[in-house]
């Protein structure tokens, strides 16, 4: 049974200007253990599936799918409150602005012992000691005198550690991590990956990857869903996507890396559009 | 009264800093300048006239400016007329009123309706003047200590803070009772309390744009310290000012209407709408008319103004505008 | 912190020896003598008015008057009043009670209703409650509050007789003042119905001052809380699976608090403007009338030292505010 099972998912935006589809019809699977990359520019819709998924969408997003269903139990028909018990527990994920996604007003350890009041039966004293197991295991020094430091006091990296903590501490099936290093300093991108990577192999969680960066992508993920404009352009395995792109965005898309240029100048996706449509 | 009215914007200058009209400033004269002012008003109107609270007030507004005009071919007796016969007339759907005072009359026998639409005249000419006066003040200290700063700034930034340290309305009243009851030092004083907003304000929108690219070329080119300060910085920080302006015209409204009622204000027999309740207070219980209907047009102007304020401040302010 | 504090405490300096000169100058840019003034209406021989110009010190250059008058305030001589002879500082103290817990009680009517009714209205965004909600806010704040407690007199005490008109309790109850609240000093008489009579008379008057600052809090609070509901933090909560409730009255409110107390903290000013109105309405023993009172009955010496006592206890709030608000605030607590 996979892990995620989601078919035929639109959402529509309610703006001023009418509504807005940002997603039209898009199916995703995720099985137990395995790694899946949504990759796509920025209003591709590849976060706005995802945060359907959490039930994180505004007021102003109608999301409607033929199935939803997580664990074989239908999301879409459950409860507001039986969702939760779910979020946050199975499902966790984590965003693009570490800082941002942290309450200023509260410390790294009340945060992460939180998560663990609202979803284990652990006493505090045992959350308390939990907390400090989950900042050692996402690599955060010093873990015991780092509980009571706020967000600010903490590097872009720090905080996303925390985030992860907060993300892996009722040991979750399904992790979902969007753009986790944008933010980042580069040499920081590359820890955190390897770390959401290894605590991805160490628990055998399934783990979605929403990325717009396609060296990400090779170096991480099982299978691949590259997206446009709100609808699938492409679904692979990763080495046959790399080897044999068959769809023509995805063609773009790759030879838009540093790594395959060929001529002085570094092509864009929209080069090629151009070039698509006047042929 | 006048604390609780800063503008939520001054506590962020950066907010205007996106503001469409320094385009038009930094836009060469001519046809093409005239247009984009055009384009300018259109987009503010089309912002504004979202807000329907906004729109309701404007026309209250103008329909108060228009009463005030025609007082003399709307009322319908003299302002000042006492009929001797007609003491504490109820209005005329009560019990005892007449179609000859529709609001009823006061202690003296002066039809209130006729007082109430000369007194529109007295609040919109004290929120007028008092404007006037504290805009240009706080402009000119405002420019002053943001453009050249130093030991010019502190000083006039501490006598500001000096000002702000006291209740308005509590500096307004020593003031009057220095200067002598009357409307005229009622509105000296309202403006020297409303002043040091304007300067705060003036002076962060100055020292924002100081840094900005248009200001430094128009220094490289040799404009004089007058030239930059009023040609090309000032129009750049107008939407800050024009949102307080509004604000402030309401305070004025209430202060001036708060120290006529106790007696620092406009004197008797002026049909000033605080000098009124003032002369009311005694009859409360006995004609309810006298007190209720000065105050409510008190409150409809002050608050179609306030309505006007806050359309002009989410139709002026870009980081609003966005959300 | 620790910086903050210095700092912040080095800018009022400046603004007190500012308020001291505003209100040394108040007496001496009234039109006539001080001298003459200070005696009233009736005239003085020669020699007794040469003795009260050594008396009073104004012989001597303006600048050591200046001095002078500052010594005596920080020795606590704030004048004395003409009409009664008592000293400005002790009048202040009696009376200032009578303001205090109108204001506080004041202030706690308009967090009570002002903060729930702020997020109510920030939650529900755009629904009927946010409208209404906000149509009434802008009203009070369009409040001229002399006229509205006028109109809550003549409905409350006029044509239903639920509340009195004036002062602050029954003459039929007398009791040592011992807090100066009236409200506590009731309870601690122990006499039947001396509480309910405290609270009848403490009622509108409470609502006239606190109809202004209600107003500014419940807007103040929806847009805070608008802003920070839009912050990636509520969503990291809610993707914790946490409850609404939980979400934004614990970790949206937290946050959007941090304003709104500084709001509350500026209302003090307001308070004090509006007691002035509201004490004057409702015959209220405090501060306000005792200004207003001074003022038409040219009782100098208490107008200065009340200015200044005044002046500095909003500036003495506005300080402890702004210590607060560094207290609430993590970023500047820990920096």
């Not at chain 2, 007194?119 to 007028?128: C, D, K, M």
């Not at chain 2, 340290?165 to 009243?173: E, I, K």
């Not at chain 2, 107008?238 to 305070?251: K, M, N, W």
Request: hydrophobic share 50%.
């Amino acid at each position: 049974m996979s892990l995620l099972e989601i078919e035929n998912l639109r959402v529509t935006f309610d703006t001023s200007s009418g509504p807005f589809a940002a997603l039209s019809g898009v199916s995703y699977r995720v099985d137990p253990g395995e790694v899946l990359a949504i990759v796509g520019e920025s209003g591709s819709g590849k976060s706005v599936a995802m945060l359907a998924v959490m039930g994180l969408l505004p007021p102003s997003a109608t999301v409607t799918a033929d199935a939803m269903r997580f664990e074989g139990r239908d999301l879409l028909t459950m409860s507001a409150a039986e969702r939760r018990k779910i979020i946050g527990r199975d499902i966790s994920m984590i965003f693009q602005e570490p800082i941002a996604s942290l309450n200023p007003c509260f410390t790294a350890g009340f945060q992460i012992e939180e998560v663990l009041a609202r979803h284990t039966d652990l006493p505090r004293r045992a959350r308390r000691q939990r907390a400090i197991e989950l900042m050692q295991a996402v690599g955060i020094p010093e873990p015991k005198r780092r509980l009571a430091s706020f967000p600010h006091q903490m590097s872009g990296g720090q905080c996303q550690r925390v985030m992860i903590a907060m993300a892996i501490a009722c040991a979750p099936k399904l992790l979902i991590a969007d753009e986790p290093t944008t933010a980042l300093d580069v040499t920081i991108q590359k820890q955190i990956l390897d770390l959401l990577m290894r605590l991805q192999a160490d628990h055998g969680m399934g783990l979605i990857l929403i990325t717009h960066d396609m060296g990400v992508v090779a170096e991480t993920a099982d299978r691949v869903i590259v997206q446009y404009m709100g609808r699938k352009m492409e679904e692979a395995d990763v080495l046959s996507l790399f080897e044999n792109p068959q769809n023509a965005y995805t063609r773009a898309l790759l030879s838009a890396l540093p790594e395959n240029a060929t001529g002085t100048r570094l092509p864009t996706v929209a080069d090629f559009r151009l070039a698509g449509e006047d042929a | 009264m006048s604390d609780r009215l800063e503008a939520d914007s001054s506590t962020n200058p950066e907010a205007h800093l996106e503001e469409p009209t320094h385009l038009v400033a930094a836009a060469p004269p001519g046809a093409s300048a005239m247009r984009m002012r055009a384009a300018v008003l259109a987009e503010f109107w089309h912002y504004f006239s979202q807000n329907r609270g906004a729109v309701a007030g404007l026309v209250v507004f103008l329909l108060l400016v228009l009463t005030a005009l025609m007082a003399p071919v709307l009322a319908p007796h003299s302002p000042t007329q006492q009929f001797r016969d007609a003491l504490l007339a109820p209005p005329v759907w009560v019990e005892g009123g007449s179609w000859k005072f529709i609001l009823g009359s006061d202690p003296l026998g002066r039809d209130i309706l006729s007082r109430l639409i000369y007194g529109a005249r007295f609040s919109l000419f004290i929120g007028v003047v008092v404007v006037a006066i504290a805009v240009t003040g706080g402009i000119l200290i405002g420019l002053a200590a943001g453009y050249f700063g130093g030991a010019v700034d502190v000083f006039a930034m501490r006598v500001m803070d000096i000002i702000l340290a006291f209740p308005s309305l509590l500096l307004a009243l020593v003031l009057v009772a220095v200067l002598g009851p009357g409307l005229g030092n009622a509105m000296i004083a309202i403006a020297l309390v409303l002043q040091p907003h304007f300067a705060r304000l003036t002076r962060a929108a100055v020292m924002s744009e100081l840094r900005r690219e248009y200001v430094v070329s128009a220094r490289v080119v040799g404009a004089s310290h007058l030239r930059l300060m009023f040609v090309t910085i000032l129009p750049n920080c107008l939407a800050p000012l024009i949102v307080q302006g509004t604000l402030s015209f309401s305070t004025a409204i209430l202060d001036a209407a708060a120290l006529g009622f106790l007696g620092m204000g406009a004197q008797p027999p002026t049909p000033e709408w605080g000098t009124m309740l003032a002369e009311a207070r005694e009859f409360i219980l006995r004609a309810w008319w006298v007190v209720t209907f000065p105050g409510l047009a008190i409150l409809v102007t002050v608050l179609a103004i306030n309505l006007m304020g806050d359309g002009l401040r989410d139709a002026l302010d870009p980081k609003l505008k966005r959300s | 912190m620790l910086r903050f504090l210095i700092r912040r405490l080095g800018l009022i300096i400046p603004t007190f020896i500012g308020i001291t000169l505003v209100a040394f100058a108040f007496v001496r840019v009234l039109p006539g003598d001080p001298v003459l003034l200070l005696a009233g209406e009736r005239g003085m021989d020669p020699e007794r008015y040469q003795k009260l110009l050594v008396q009073f010190g104004y012989d001597r250059p303006i600048y050591e008057q200046y001095l002078s008058y500052v010594w005596g305030l920080l020795h606590g001589d704030f004048g004395v009043s003409i009409s009664t002879k008592r000293p400005v500082l002790d009048e202040f103290l009696t009376l200032f009670p009578a303001t205090a817990e109108l204001g506080l009680f004041a202030i706690l009517f308009a967090v009570a209703i002002g903060i729930p009714a702020g997020i109510l209205a920030a939650v529900r965004r755009g629904s009927l409650f946010d409208q209404a909600a906000m149509g009434v806010a802008l009203t009070g704040y369009s409040m001229p509050i002399f006229w509205w407690g006028l109109l809550l007199i003549i409905l409350f005490s006029g044509i239903l007789g639920w509340t009195p008109v004036s002062g602050r309790i029954s003459f039929l109850y007398f009791f040592p003042s011992v807090t100066g609240f009236m409200t506590i000093d009731a309870l601690l008489s122990g006499q039947s119905g001396a509480f309910g009579s405290a609270v009848s008379h403490l009622v509108l008057p409470t609502i006239v001052l606190g109809t202004i600052p209600l107003a500014v809090i419940a807007r103040q609070t929806r847009s805070a809380m608008l802003e920070v509901l839009a912050e990636d933090y509520v969503r990291t909560a809610r993707a914790k699976g946490l409850a609404p409730s939980r979400v934004i009255g614990l970790h949206a409110l937290r946050n959007a608090l941090i304003p709104v107390i500084t709001t509350i903290g500026l209302q003090v000013g307001v308070l004090i403007a509006g007691a002035i109105l509201t004490e004057t309405i409702f015959s209220w023993p405090g501060i306000g009338k005792w200004m207003v009172d001074s003022i038409s009955r040219r009782d100098y010496p208490v107008v200065q030292g009340g200015l200044v006592l005044i002046a500095g206890l909003v500036m003495v709030v506005n300080l402890v505010v702004d210590i607060l608000y560094g207290l609430i605030n993590p970023r500047i607590r820990h920096r």
